[in-house]
């Protein structure tokens, strides 16, 4: 048995999970990640007691916990170098949490952990893996013969940092033009006020005023009721999307490619025209294509690919 | 001993390669790449077997031949999938080579096998390598753990078709946007001649004259005697190229990215900005950051790659 932490910026999720990547038993304590990290790590080390409990376990049959963490991970060393989210520098949260509980910690970036999670589930063993999560930013990971692909620094798969118009839109980290300024929720809800200012009388825009703001859901809401100024938005917002995954699937080649995120409960509604344009653009014309699919553990992910990266 | 072939459509270039990658002898003959393969593979086979002879070796020395083909490979099968430069469809290279000399033979694409000998002469034996070559088109390998990706399809590594602008100019392979539109050769060529045009008068313009034709050292060379309009385009250029790389740095942190091909001939001249572009951009800020440098093998680099790719 493995624990798996998801260590967010809001809450901190955990599961004891079994070999298989099934969740036996689960919880959840509010983050408070203005604290110094000790005290995050003293509600983390209980609530972990605590599902071990509930699972009918103890700690001595917990093999390794693992947890997903934003930000810069040293994975090597179990140290949070650096989270905007919840203000940790340099904190040794594995050491931290061996404090309390005795057994080998293994920590991952949450994207990462959140891509073995879905691996495991739903990747069917192959070689090559690739993940891509369509939310507030654009995360990723990458799995290949079965293991995280960190790079040599555990900063590698910032797979929404990839170039989609250079010199573009300005991107939270700095640059100008990442995939991320066009393909996340926040790019999709930007797009979605631009094209509501230019068609106020638009049934988008009736959405948007009826539920108070623009959501991610806004457009995507309207152009299936046959709004053609939501349709354009949608149609623009997807090409983006799929422009992006057609860099890496022309790099990596992978033998699945699973979106997941807010945006992905969309659908085939969003997958069709996907894999259409990969279909389209894709490098290689001559031999086997990528598998294209919408992930299916949503916020399970990072809690099952967490256990399941220290069960490496 | 290994024998590395570099299949061109110009010519075919061979070497008798040690374990450490050091050519022993080498030889090279016209491709004529109009005929049948049967025939160029019969002139491939007398090549070998003349270098074996020249090296003082018999073929019964020879462990494996490796040989490093453009386009399409199935590198499982030893088939040519297809290459438009060869004109070859679904030949089977390794198996008609083998009628002449009865040794194991792998085939490889030979952007990765020129990324592979790079690797075994400058990659200092680390994880994860990237090789670049800014050349008529913009092509690449990828070295983890110490062999060679290629996607499940053995059709991946194709770094030149990233999308760097999202609708941007018209690429050879049938997309729009790709960096290789912008960082190739045939890219820098195109726009010096743009440039030119604005600026007759420049001394781009009067080196284009002298040398009856814009070529990929226009403007680097005009630039270094001060012409500022020859300035701007390098500029510009190699901000295109240190993009795309940038991708490539968040996607795999790699610890070593070496930039090969006619390009990277330019060294400091193109490297100083390049690195201070990918440093500013990075998003990486808090870990060990990747390590660029120019190619040293040039020519030699596809005929010791697809040498030491047989080995594995």
Chains 1, 2 share one sequence.
């Not at 599961?15 to 604290?35: C, N």
């Not at 409960?265 to 919408?294: A, C, F, H, T, W």
Request: glycine letters at 12%; a negative charge.
């Amino acid at each position: 048995m493995y624990i798996g932490v998801d260590l967010g910026g809001t809450n901190i999720a955990a599961g004891v999970v079994d070999e298989a990547g099934k969740i036996l038993a689960e919880g959840s304590v509010p983050t408070g990640a203005e604290r110094p990290y000790q005290e995050i790590i003293k509600d983390m080390a209980d609530l972990c007691k605590e599902i071990t409990k509930k699972a009918g376990l103890e700690i001595s049959d917990i093999r390794a916990i693992g947890i997903g963490s934003p930000g810069t991970i040293d994975n090597e060393n179990g140290v949070v170098v650096y989270s905007n989210n919840i203000k940790m520098e340099h904190a040794p949260i594995a050491a931290e949490l061996q404090k309390y509980i005795n057994v080998p910690v293994n920590m991952e970036n949450d994207a990462n952990a959140a891509a073995m999670g879905e691996y495991v589930v739903n990747g069917g063993d192959v070689d090559s893996f690739i993940f891509i999560t369509l939310g507030t930013g654009v995360g990723g990971g990458i799995v290949l013969n079965k293991k995280i692909y960190r790079g040599f620094n555990c900063a590698g798969a910032e797979l929404g940092h990839i170039t989609l118009i250079h010199n573009g839109q300005p991107c939270t980290c700095g640059n100008n033009g990442c995939w991320e300024a066009y393909a996340s929720v926040t790019a999709l809800i930007r797009q979605t006020k631009e094209a509501i200012e230019k068609n106020p009388d638009s049934l988008m825009a009736k959405l948007a005023e009826k539920e108070g703001k623009v959501s991610g859901r806004t457009a995507f809401d309207a152009a299936k009721q046959g709004d053609a100024a939501a349709q354009a938005v949608v149609d623009q917002y997807i090409e983006y999307v799929a422009d992006g995954l057609l860099s890496i699937v022309n790099i990596f080649q992978p033998e699945k490619l699973v979106i997941g995120g807010g945006i992905s409960k969309e659908g085939d509604y969003l997958l069709n025209p996907i894999r259409e344009y990969i279909k389209k653009y894709d490098y290689n014309k001559y031999m086997p294509r990528v598998d294209i699919s919408i992930a299916t553990l949503f916020n399970d992910a990072g809690i099952i690919g967490a256990a399941l990266a220290a069960k490496q």
